[in-house]
């Protein structure tokens, strides 16, 4: 009867926490849009000043820039290379992570799983704000996570006391040998 109790109420406080934990996922996604937005534009802001330059000078053509810059007899110039050129990979980066982020929901989720370590996400997740959004999305993904982790953990309770009763019953013989 005990068993039984610890059982239920795991098995609501498990969903009820999954259900919060789910909620956050499409939330936590949003956020780490916005804020690859706002570095995006900012890239996109400061590469603009370069491409006007090229526009003016080079006929629009960024890489011709940066090779007169590379070749250029005055130093100031030849060090301003490497910042642009880190300019656009970032402004090539940020963008390719927009497009990464335009499909599905699942798709956009598999994407945010694999930018775990970069510091985009590490960067979202310290400056995360936690909040109870009810849209669609959130109903969903929360309650997908909360019952397949209710399942999963009523499965572990079904099976802990089969278990130990087999592990009892595997004690009880060596005892007896």
Avoid: C
């Avoid at 406080?13 to 259900?19: E, G, P």
């Avoid at 603009?48 to 007899?73: I, R, T, W």
């Avoid at 953990?153 to 007896?176: A, H």
Wanted: net charge positive; aromatic share 10%.
């Amino acid at each position: 009867m005990m068993w039984s109790l610890l059982q239920r109420y795991s098995l609501k406080l498990t969903f009820a926490l999954t259900l919060l934990i789910g909620i956050q996922f499409p939330h936590f996604l949003d956020q780490y849009e916005t804020r690859l937005d706002a570095h995006y534009l900012e890239s996109n802001t400061q590469l603009s000043h370069y491409q006007k330059l090229a526009d003016l000078l080079f006929a629009g053509d960024l890489a011709a820039l940066v090779e007169k810059h590379k070749n250029s007899e005055i130093a100031l110039f030849k060090a301003e290379t490497e910042i642009i050129e880190t300019l656009i990979k970032r402004n090539t980066f940020l963008s390719n992570q927009k497009i990464n982020l335009q499909g599905p929901l699942s798709q956009r989720f598999a994407f945010l799983i694999t930018q775990i370590n970069e510091p985009l996400f590490i960067e979202t997740q310290n400056n995360y704000q936690a909040n109870i959004v009810l849209n669609k999305q959130a109903i969903i993904v929360g309650l997908s996570v909360a019952t397949v982790t209710t399942i999963l953990l009523e499965i572990l309770l079904m099976l802990l006391p089969l278990l130990f009763r087999k592990w009892i019953t595997k004690q009880q013989q060596k005892s007896i040998n």
